[in-house]
């Protein structure tokens, strides 16, 4: 066999050229999508500059945090299959307060992504992995996008990806998302993800005592009955037994079951996603 004539094909199939080749950017067309992804991640980490990227939109980016205050969607085909991209406001926590960061956890607990991608500050991990702990323990589809790797570099910090990766047991993709680079392995991330190809082990802490346990169980049973359809109803219980204010109001004023119907219209994909 001539060699020759093999090798450029096969490391043309790998080269970032050829794998930006299998996106094409929609803009705001959103319809018909196989698979939602959100956008999750610290304020100013690059979400939104990552959702330019990959939608060809131009949502504000700016080097201060809180620009994104809203959810905005976008959409992009990846090797034949339509996302639906959604880009949240920065959060620096699923028990978060303001407007802002309720709209991000909202989304991330009840809005039933296929995937949440964490865009996380290479140069402030420590900080940043408070988030991606907290959705770990509630998502298995996550992939985490380890971006400002230019900075991290200029400022001497050496993240080693592969172990970070074992560690959280997700994907881990190092990026310059203001350069693009990292952008194709980040597609191919989120559609391994996304289809169950790469299955993720995520990083989970459980040392319950059994008495808060049961609890816990009991009261799972009880949100499930009353918000039918609602996900991560664990989750709801045990804010619940923190005492969280806001989900104890959210709860009574029935805040909680308003979501549902976002979660029944992507829960429709769930059987699609299952047989993958
Ligand atoms: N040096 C560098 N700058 C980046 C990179 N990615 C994004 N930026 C810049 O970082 C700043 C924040 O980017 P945004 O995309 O607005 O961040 P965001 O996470 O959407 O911010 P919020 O919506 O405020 O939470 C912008 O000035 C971007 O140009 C990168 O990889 N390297
Ligand atoms: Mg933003």
Known sequence: MNTDAVMPKAACATCSLAQNARLIKLGIETGGWDYVVALAGNPNTGKSTVFNAVTGLRQHTGNWPGKTVTRAEGGFIYDGKRYKLVDLPGTYSLLSTSVDEEIARDFILFGQPHVTVVVVDATRLERNLN??????????????CLNLMDEAERHGIKVDDRALARDLGVPVVPTVARRGEGIPELLAAIAQVASGEYATRPHRIRHLDPEVGQAVERLTREIEKT????????????RLLEGDERIIEAVRKHELGELAPAAEMASTMQPALETA
Do not use: S
């Not at 988030?131 to 985490?144: F, N, S, Y």
């Not at 918000?227 to 045990?238: E, Q, T």
């Open 131 to 144: 988030l991606v702990l907290q959705i770990l323990e509630i998502t298995d589809r996550v992939v985490v």
């Open 227 to 238: 918000f039918k359809g609602l996900p991560n109803a664990r989750w709801v219980a045990m």
